[in-house]
């Protein structure tokens, strides 16, 4: 029984692809990171106004590495569809 390397299941393209999306742009927007850390431990409740300038430098960080677009060429799957929420029934 053959593979079908383009069909992810459910798991594969909502929950682990974007979370290793996500652990790898934490490892590459690091030094934003480790800014927005001490600025947020700095400011205590006051975050918001006094980390204005580290939040978006690291939203932006974020932001690029997570709609890479080398990740549509190794999973298939377009950043349009990936972000689109699945309707959940109960």
């Keep these: 029984m053959a593979l079908d390397l383009q069909h992810l299941r459910h798991l594969e393209k909502d929950v682990w692809i974007p979370k290793i999306m ?3 742009a934490r490892e590459r927007c690091s030094e934003q990171l480790q800014d927005f850390t001490k ?3 700095s400011s205590g409740i006051l975050i918001v106004g006094k980390c204005h300038k580290e939040n978006p430098l ?3 960080c974020l932001t690029a590495h997570y709609n890479d677009p ?3 060429r190794k999973t298939g799957i377009s950043t349009k569809r990936r972000l689109q929420k699945l309707p959940i029934s109960l």
């Design 39 to 41: 600025c947020c431990k």
């Design 70 to 72: 080398e990740n549509f």
């Design 58 to 60: 690291l939203k932006e």
């Design 22 to 24: 996500r652990e790898k």
